[in-house]
């Protein structure tokens, strides 16, 4: 089977599931079993049993029709699929993460916008929009603009 690795973390193979078909639970399930190196702690980490556990990277497994973890040794391990699914599992929980954000920050009333105004006597803009990109990604807003005011002040 071809295991696609796309950036946008919401293709999850090459069959094109855009996730529809795997849910949260499992996928943190996955990613505490991947990061943990155990199905004990895993469970621990995410307040679920070990079975839950299981049953979720079970229910991956045949969802797709791969095996995600060696579980020949004592500890284990991923596959070759399963670290291509690892990497896409990580990116789209960053993902549904800064969604939850967002969607906090709305029913807050924060107004997800940035304005900067550069005026001609502080002539900095490449660096504040070097600087403000990784603000805007820390605080999840939605738009930004620049504004640069010309004219010199007196």
Request: with cysteine; hydrophobic share 40%.
């Amino acid at each position: 089977m071809d295991v696609f690795d796309y950036d946008d973390g919401f293709w999850l193979s090459s069959l094109g599931f855009w996730g529809d078909c795997v849910t949260n639970e499992q996928l943190k399930a996955f990613l505490a079993v991947a990061e943990q190196g155990s199905f004990r702690k895993a469970a621990k980490v995410i307040f679920k049993t070990q079975s839950a556990v299981s049953s979720a990277i079970m229910a991956l497994e045949e969802e797709f029709d791969i095996v995600l973890f060696n579980r020949e040794e004592y500890r284990p391990k991923l596959t070759e699929a399963g670290q291509a699914f690892y990497k896409n599992a990580k990116t789209t929980m960053e993902h549904f993460k800064r969604l939850d954000m967002v969607g906090h920050q709305l029913a807050k009333g924060v107004e997800p916008s940035f304005s900067i105004v550069i005026s001609a006597t502080f002539p900095l803009p490449p660096l504040l929009k070097k600087r403000s990109k990784r603000l805007l990604k820390n605080f999840h807003i939605l738009n930004s603009r620049y504004l640069q005011k010309c004219s010199m002040e007196s």
